[in-house]
């Protein structure tokens, strides 16, 4: 198969383009978000730029680091990036940032944090003055820095910032932390969040074209949807008229629930969109409460 010619986005203008990170932890919840949409491309591992079918919406598959700024410069429309990607990439610009978070993901979730040696008795920010905080975010480092009014020497490093301790290149860290396995093993411990952070659905501050912003708009409806019923799940059981009461009580949560008679007999089948959290032990309790049949579906595709 030829390789797609990738069209400048000046001359795409009927055309949606987003970026995603190619490979990596936000590579695959991101296409699998987008799938979710109603999206499906030309695929070719091989290939940065996956054209669209069925839909003019083009995928170009990128470095994360890349993707504010391939924004910025309007080569493409949206972009799912890491949270602390896209603050960093904007630190202490004078101007409004020309990208934006237009949506937060849930996923993709961590924090940026200093962390210090174990061995440190940690009173507060303070204790970083004079030290060297090795970083793969000297912009969001040095902000927070600013804002402590600490004056400390910040290292920036592309990668394996926990080691810089114990190659003597750095006093402290300040990375990224989800399960906190990799501070530990190096014996750090984290002591300051700078920023929580998850994917995020990027845009710029501008608006868009108008084709490209219908387009926008329909991809940012399916995903509020998405997003909205993520936790969602329908709920169906069958239950006997004087118990119904009862099993009502254990779902304050369900969005109006139907009920419908079965077969004229005292017997009631119940059908309800349930936004908490269907867990074995309140599953349980439903079929203590005297639900029969109980059935428990996951909920997609519905608009916001
Ligand atoms: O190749 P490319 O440049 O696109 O990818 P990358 O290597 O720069 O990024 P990648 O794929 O590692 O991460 C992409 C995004 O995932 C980040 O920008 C964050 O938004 C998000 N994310 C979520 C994380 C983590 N969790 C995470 N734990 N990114 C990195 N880590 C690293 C962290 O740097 C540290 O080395 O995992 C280690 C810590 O993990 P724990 O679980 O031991 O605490
Ligand atoms: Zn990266």
Redesign the pocket.
Known sequence: MSAPRVPPAAVARDRLRIAV???????GSARALLAACGLVWREAEDQLFWPGREQPVDLLR?????IPGLIAAGHCDLGI?????LLERQGGAPRPPAVREWRALGF???RLAVAVPAAWTWRGPADLAGRRIAT?YPGLLAAWLRAEKVPAEIVTLA????IAPQLGQADAVC???????????HGLVPVADLLA???VLAGPRAPLAPAPARLAATLLRRVDGILRHRACRLVLLQVERERLAGLLDLLPDAEAPTVMQVDGADRLALQALCRGELTWQRREALERAGAHGLLVLPVEGVPA
Request: glycine share 12%; net charge negative.
């Open positions: 990170q190619r490979s990596g932890r936000l590579a990128v470095r994360d680091d890349d990036v890491g949270r602390n990607v993709g979730r961590c793969s990668g394996s910032v926990e990375d990224l932390v989800s399960s906190g396995a990799t501070l530990a093993a952070s998850e994917a």
